[in-house]
C-alpha cells in the first residue's frame, strides 16, 4: 500500500475517532452540570486544561464559560483538534481515498461533516447541547458500523483499526483526567454521594455504566479507573483498545504477536505488557493524573514511531496530535 494512501486512512480513522470523543468529553460536563451545583468557570475550565490548549483558548477568549467552550472545542476553524476541525480534516483525508472506502462510508463521513454546518447548529449546541452532542456521537458510531460491514479486513482496514483505536485509549486516559481536574477545586465531596454523581456521568460518557455495572456492585473511584484502564474487554477501556491496535499493527507488518521487527511494535508491545501485568494498586502509589500523564505520552511516542515508519519515509509531514502531548 502507498504510504501516501495508509497516511490518510489512518488519519482519517483518529479524526473521526476524535471527533467523537470530543463530544463525549463535552458531554462528562453537560451530565454534571445537572447534578452539581458549580460555578460556570469551575465547571468548564477543566476541559481546557486538559486539552493541553490552554494559552490557545486564553488568546481567544476572557473566561472559560460554558458558551466559549463549547464554541471552542466544537465549531472553531483554526484550532485543530475542534470538532469542525477534525470533521475537515476527516473529509479531506477520506476524499483522497474513495477508491479504497466503500461508497457508504464517504457519504457517512460527508453526512457527518455537514451536521456543523447546516444552520442553527451552533443555536442547537447552546440551546439543545445533550442532543446536538449525542447527533454527533451517533453519527461516528454510524460511521463504524459502515466501516466494519462494507470494507474487506484487509491493509486498509487495519490501519483504520491502528488509528481509531490509539485514538479511543488516548481519549479514554483523557476523559478519566478531566475528572481528576474537576474534583481537585472540589475536595469536599470525596466520598460523598455528589463523588457518585460525578463518577456515574464519566462512565455514562464512555457508554460504560451498563457494562460496568455487570461487573462491580458499587461505584468507586477504583473501581471505575480500574475498569476504563484495564478492562481486556470493554471496547473503550486502554487495555483492549492497546491489544486491538496491536494486533491490527502485526497484520500489517506481517510478524507474530509478542515478536518485533521495528520500534512501533516494540513500543506498543511494551505498553501493552505494562498493562497486562499492572493493576489498579501500582495506579493508586503512582498517582491517577500522573499514571494518565506517563500513558498519554507513551502513546503520543507510538504515534510518532508509526509515522516514522510508516508514513515519513515517502515525505508526508506529520498531522495534529493533541498539543498536550507533544
Given at each position: 500500500?502507498l504510504?501516501?494512501?495508509?497516511n490518510?486512512?489512518?488519519?482519517?480513522?483518529?479524526?473521526?475517532?476524535?471527533?467523537e470523543?470530543?463530544?463525549?468529553?463535552?458531554?462528562?460536563?453537560?451530565?454534571?452540570k445537572?447534578?452539581?451545583?458549580?460555578?460556570?468557570?469551575?465547571?468548564?475550565?477543566?476541559l481546557?486544561?486538559?486539552?493541553?490548549?490552554a494559552?490557545?483558548?486564553?488568546?481567544?477568549y476572557?473566561?472559560?464559560?460554558?458558551?466559549?467552550?463549547?464554541?471552542?472545542?466544537t465549531?472553531?476553524?483554526?484550532?485543530?483538534?475542534?470538532?469542525?476541525?477534525?470533521?475537515?480534516?476527516?473529509?479531506?483525508?477520506?476524499?483522497?481515498i474513495?477508491?479504497?472506502?466503500?461508497?457508504?462510508?464517504?457519504?457517512?463521513v460527508?453526512?457527518?461533516?455537514?451536521?456543523?454546518?447546516?444552520?442553527?447548529?451552533?443555536?442547537?449546541?447552546?440551546?439543545?447541547?445533550?442532543?446536538?452532542?449525542?447527533?454527533?456521537?451517533?453519527?461516528?458510531?454510524?460511521?463504524?458500523?459502515?466501516?466494519?460491514?462494507?470494507?474487506?479486513?484487509?491493509?486498509?482496514?487495519?490501519?483504520?483499526?491502528?488509528?481509531?483505536?490509539?485514538?479511543?485509549?488516548?481519549?479514554?486516559?483523557?476523559?478519566?483526567?478531566?475528572?481528576?481536574?474537576i474534583?481537585l477545586?472540589?475536595?469536599?465531596?470525596?466520598?460523598?454521594?455528589?463523588?457518585?454523581?460525578?463518577?456515574?456521568?464519566?462512565?455514562?460518557?464512555?457508554?460504560?455504566?451498563?457494562?460496568?455495572?455487570?461487573?462491580?456492585?458499587?461505584?468507586?473511584?477504583k473501581?471505575?479507573?480500574?475498569?476504563?484502564?484495564?478492562?481486556?474487554?470493554?471496547?473503550?477501556?486502554?487495555?483492549?483498545?492497546?491489544?486491538?491496535?496491536?494486533?491490527?499493527?502485526?497484520?500489517?507488518?506481517?510478524?507474530?504477536?509478542?515478536?518485533?521487527?521495528?520500534?512501533?511494535?516494540?513500543?506498543?508491545?511494551?505498553?501493552?505488557?505494562q498493562?497486562?501485568?499492572?493493576?489498579?494498586e501500582?495506579?493508586?502509589?503512582?498517582?491517577?493524573?500522573?499514571?494518565?500523564?506517563?500513558?498519554q505520552?507513551?502513546?503520543?511516542?507510538?504515534?510518532?514511531?508509526?509515522?516514522?515508519?510508516f508514513?515519513?519515509?515517502?515525505?508526508?509531514?506529520?498531522?495534529?496530535?493533541?498539543?498536550?502531548?507533544?
Amino acid at each position: 500500500m502507498l504510504s501516501r494512501v495508509a497516511n490518510s486512512i489512518y488519519w482519517m480513522s483518529r479524526y473521526l475517532e476524535r471527533a467523537e470523543n470530543i463530544a463525549r468529553f463535552i458531554d462528562v460536563n453537560l451530565h454534571l452540570k445537572l447534578d452539581l451545583n458549580m460555578g460556570d468557570v469551575e465547571q468548564w475550565d477543566p476541559l481546557i486544561k486538559v486539552t493541553g490548549d490552554a494559552e490557545v483558548f486564553k488568546a481567544h477568549y476572557a473566561e472559560a464559560n460554558q458558551n466559549n467552550v463549547l464554541e471552542f472545542l466544537t465549531f472553531k476553524p483554526d484550532y485543530p483538534s475542534s470538532i469542525y476541525s477534525c470533521l475537515r480534516s476527516a473529509r479531506e483525508n477520506a476524499k483522497t481515498i474513495r477508491e479504497v472506502i466503500s461508497s457508504e462510508m464517504w457519504e457517512q463521513v460527508n453526512h457527518f461533516y455537514f451536521l456543523l454546518q447546516q444552520p442553527g447548529a451552533q443555536e442547537d449546541s447552546i440551546n439543545r447541547p445533550h442532543e446536538f452532542y449525542t447527533q454527533i456521537k451517533r453519527a461516528h458510531q454510524m460511521f463504524i458500523g459502515l466501516w466494519e460491514g462494507t470494507m474487506s479486513h484487509g491493509e486498509a482496514w487495519h490501519f483504520m483499526s491502528l488509528g481509531r483505536m490509539l485514538e479511543r485509549a488516548d481519549e479514554t486516559s483523557r476523559i478519566l483526567d478531566v475528572k481528576y481536574f474537576i474534583l481537585l477545586p472540589t475536595i469536599v465531596y470525596v466520598g460523598s454521594p455528589y463523588e457518585n454523581i460525578q463518577w456515574s456521568a464519566l462512565l455514562k460518557s464512555t457508554s460504560a455504566l451498563e457494562m460496568y455495572r455487570k461487573k462491580y456492585q458499587s461505584i468507586t473511584p477504583k473501581s471505575v479507573a480500574e475498569f476504563l484502564i484495564f478492562d481486556p474487554d470493554f471496547p473503550r477501556a486502554v487495555r483492549h483498545c492497546l491489544a486491538q491496535a496491536d494486533y491490527s499493527l502485526h497484520r500489517i507488518t506481517g510478524t507474530h504477536l509478542g515478536t518485533h521487527l521495528g520500534e512501533t511494535e516494540r513500543h506498543l508491545g511494551k505498553l501493552r505488557s505494562q498493562l497486562d501485568f499492572s493493576n489498579i494498586e501500582e495506579v493508586s502509589k503512582k498517582g491517577l493524573h500522573q499514571y494518565l500523564d506517563d500513558l498519554q505520552g507513551s502513546l503520543n511516542e507510538i504515534a510518532q514511531t508509526i509515522h516514522q515508519t510508516f508514513f515519513a519515509l515517502k515525505g508526508f509531514p506529520a498531522q495534529q496530535s493533541h498539543g498536550s502531548s507533544q
